[in-house]
C-alpha cells in the first residue's frame, strides 16, 4: 500500500500486479491490456487496393479514402475477452462496441 496525495483524508490504494486501483473517488483505473481501447491511437494498415490506411487501435474497421471500400483488421486477443471487470474497464459504450465486433468475427 502506498499513500496518495489527496486534499481530506489520507487515501490509500492498493499496487502491484493484478490488482485494482482506485482513485479518491473509487473509480476504477483499469489494467495495462485495455490502454489500446481506453487510450487509443494511430495505427497504419494496408488496404486490398494497396494504399496505406490510417485506423485507430480501437477500431475493427475504417473506410478507405481512396477506393471507398470498408477495411477489416484482425483484433488481437486481449483482456477484455475474459476479464468480469472489462465492462468497467473501458466503459459500457467502448464495451458494447468491442463486443459487437468481436461477435461478427471482425
Known sequence: MIRTATPGPV???RTGPGVARENGMGFFDGCPG???IKDP???IIKC???KEIEIWSDEVETVCPHCKKKVNRDMP???LDW???AKECIGPEKY?????SKD???
Open 48 to 50: 486490398k487496393c494497396g
Open 11 to 13: 487515501r490509500l490504494r
Open 96 to 100: 458494447k462496441k468491442y463486443k459487437q
Open 104 to 106: 461478427k468475427g471482425l
Open 34 to 36: 485495455s490502454k489500446n
Open 83 to 85: 476479464c468480469s471487470m
Open 41 to 43: 491511437f494511430p495505427e
Open 77 to 79: 486477443q486481449s483482456c
